[in-house]
Nanobody, 124 residues
Framework: QVQLVESGGGLVQAGDSLRLSCAAS????????MGWFRQAPGKEREFVAAISRPGSGTAYPDFAKGRFTISRENAKKTVYLQMNSLKPEGKAIYYC?????????????????WGQGTQVTGSS
């Protein structure tokens, strides 16, 4: 089992950059696929990025490609989401997720463990 705590959210303006962090505790961090999702008010939770166990593989939806970067430091049990060229629309809570699957998942159902989320306002 793993516990996840996100940090780094805040108020941003168009064009800003922001880095979110997700610190994990519990059993071996490098045994988990890690993902980021977001959920805006009244909308379903949507996929933002994911990274493989060793960090060599990543995946993004179209809106995030070229602007968002997911990375991980297994020794620190931390995964990051670097967001550049932020857009003013799309206020959302960003969630960190983990799963023991061997392949990257793209839907919330594919992740067993979740953090409480960190609020990002004024971005998309």
């Amino acid at each position: 089992q793993v516990q996840l705590v996100e940090s780094g959210g805040g108020l941003v303006q168009a064009g800003d950059s922001l880095r979110l962090s997700c610190a994990a505790s519990g059993r071996a961090f490098d045994s988990y696929i890690m993902g980021w999702f977001r959920q805006a008010p009244g909308k379903e939770r949507e996929f933002v990025a994911a990274i493989s166990r060793p960090g060599s593989g990543t995946a993004y939806p179209d809106f995030a490609k070229g602007r968002f970067t997911i990375s991980r430091e297994n020794a620190k049990k931390t995964v990051y989401l670097q967001m550049n060229s932020l857009k003013p629309e799309g206020k959302a809570i960003y969630y960190c997720a983990a799963d023991e699957n061997t392949v990257i998942g793209y839907t919330p159902k594919e992740y067993k463990y979740w953090g409480q989320g960190t609020q990002v306002t004024g971005s998309s």
